[in-house]
């Protein structure tokens, strides 16, 4: 078993060799510049991480983790376009720097190589890698149709922004872990866990990114700051806001979602002093934590040793606690 520390770096290394560059420049160049701004490689980490914890061969999961990266960052540039966001990890969106059409265009090839990247695995284990990877993505794009329905309605419910950010986010770590348990040929009772344990962890994990949109470092977290509150984003912090807010304050957060307005500025500010008024974030770190013993708890029914856990269980926690 490796060190999670060496399998960072693997990872790291795996996709550092990867180029995209080719014709026609027009497609592949937004392409490549998408790949090359880095970001934590957390689903195709968790492939690894999955393999070597069943004791597969690295080399055997490389493909389906270069898969998954690819499928990611294929929702990433289409999200991107419909959230109007102009910076990710810190550098210009695709949309930004080379036009919505060639970041759709690219998005698409994105897509299709993820699938091809995934055909040159093992033959016999193509079909459930397929089919893992079709029905997460679907899942996905069920997840941004509700968000983006959810800045439209007053009556989302925390329930529901629960089970968008499942769709959104969470499943996908779920396929992850799930990826790297077939390339390592698991158990049915492991992967099931598995999953689990991805699902509880990538809510956690998103919840996390919400109290980070308005309490973090531009530069640590690379994004710009309040983005989701400037999109009206009904986050968790807003359905909390609103449900423990007295009548007064609950109606100025609702029309500060509802109102079209260009001083950003002045919104972001009046609705995180809301927020901070009725304790929004200490309420979301608590239910961090809970979905966060949720996910270990799953980890403890995976069949192996407890030492071979441990890679997951650290990163868990530095993901919670993460800045950016």
């Given at each position: 078993?490796?060190?999670?520390?060496?399998?960072?770096?693997?990872?790291?290394?795996?996709?550092?060799?990867?180029?995209?560059?080719?014709?026609?420049?027009?497609?592949y160049?937004?392409?490549?510049?998408?790949?090359?701004?880095?970001?934590?490689?957390?689903?195709?980490?968790?492939?690894?991480?999955?393999?070597d914890?069943?004791?597969?061969?690295?080399?055997?999961?490389?493909?389906?983790?270069?898969?998954?990266?690819?499928?990611?960052?294929?929702t990433?540039?289409?999200?991107?376009?419909?959230?109007?966001?102009?910076?990710?990890?810190?550098?210009?969106?695709?949309?930004q720097?080379?036009?919505?059409?060639?970041?759709?265009?690219?998005?698409?090839?994105?897509?299709?190589?993820?699938?091809?990247?995934?055909?040159?695995?093992?033959?016999?284990?193509?079909?459930?890698?397929?089919?893992?990877?079709?029905?997460?993505?679907?899942?996905?794009?069920?997840g941004?149709?509700?968000?983006?329905?959810?800045?439209?309605?007053?009556?989302?419910?925390?329930r529901?922004?629960?089970?968008?950010?499942?769709?959104?986010?969470?499943?996908?770590?779920?396929a992850?872990?799930?990826t790297?348990?077939?390339?390592?040929?698991?158990d049915?009772?492991?992967?099931?866990?598995?999953?689990?344990?991805?699902?509880?962890?990538?809510?956690?994990?998103?919840?996390?990114d919400d109290?980070?949109?308005?309490?973090?470092?531009?530069?640590?977290?690379?994004?710009?700051?309040?983005?989701?509150?400037?999109?009206?984003?009904?986050?968790?912090?807003?359905?909390?806001?609103?449900e423990?807010?007295?009548?007064?304050d609950?109606?100025?957060?609702?029309?500060?979602?509802?109102?079209?307005?260009?001083?950003f500025?002045?919104k972001?500010?009046?609705?995180?002093?809301?927020?901070?008024?009725?304790?929004?974030?200490?309420?979301?770190?608590?239910?961090?934590?809970?979905?966060?013993?949720?996910?270990?708890?799953?980890l403890?029914?995976?069949?192996?040793?407890?030492?071979?856990?441990?890679?997951?269980?650290t990163?868990?926690?530095?993901?919670?606690?993460?800045?950016?």
């Amino acid at each position: 078993m490796e060190s999670l520390e060496k399998i960072q770096q693997y990872v790291t290394e795996l996709f550092a060799k990867l180029n995209f560059e080719k014709q026609p420049l027009m497609l592949y160049e937004p392409f490549q510049y998408t790949m090359s701004l880095g970001g934590k490689r957390l689903r195709p980490l968790l492939v690894m991480l999955t393999a070597d914890m069943f004791s597969a061969d690295l080399k055997d999961a490389e493909n389906a983790a270069i898969a998954v990266e690819l499928a990611h960052n294929f929702t990433l540039l289409h999200d991107d376009i419909m959230d109007a966001s102009p910076l990710r990890r810190g550098k210009p969106t695709v949309y930004q720097k080379f036009g919505t059409d060639k970041a759709i265009l690219s998005g698409d090839v994105m897509y299709a190589k993820a699938y091809e990247y995934l055909l040159k695995c093992d033959t016999e284990k193509i079909p459930a890698l397929v089919k893992t990877l079709t029905s997460v993505l679907v899942q996905v794009c069920e997840g941004q149709a509700y968000d983006m329905d959810f800045e439209q309605r007053n009556d989302v419910t925390r329930r529901e922004y629960i089970t968008m950010i499942s769709l959104k986010t969470a499943v996908l770590l779920a396929a992850s872990l799930k990826t790297g348990a077939i390339i390592a040929n698991a158990d049915a009772q492991s992967m099931n866990a598995l999953s689990e344990f991805g699902l509880y962890l990538g809510i956690a994990f998103q919840l996390q990114d919400d109290i980070l949109d308005c309490w973090s470092d531009l530069n640590e977290f690379g994004k710009v700051i309040g983005s989701d509150i400037v999109d009206n984003k009904k986050t968790i912090l807003f359905l909390s806001a609103v449900e423990k807010a007295n009548d007064e304050d609950a109606k100025e957060l609702i029309t500060w979602y509802l109102e079209k307005t260009t001083d950003f500025q002045k919104k972001k500010q009046r609705v995180i002093e809301l927020f901070e008024k009725y304790n929004v974030k200490e309420d979301v770190e608590q239910m961090i934590g809970q979905y966060t013993i949720k996910a270990l708890e799953a980890l403890d029914k995976i069949t192996v040793e407890e030492e071979r856990k441990e890679n997951l269980r650290t990163l868990a926690k530095q993901l919670i606690n993460r800045k950016k």
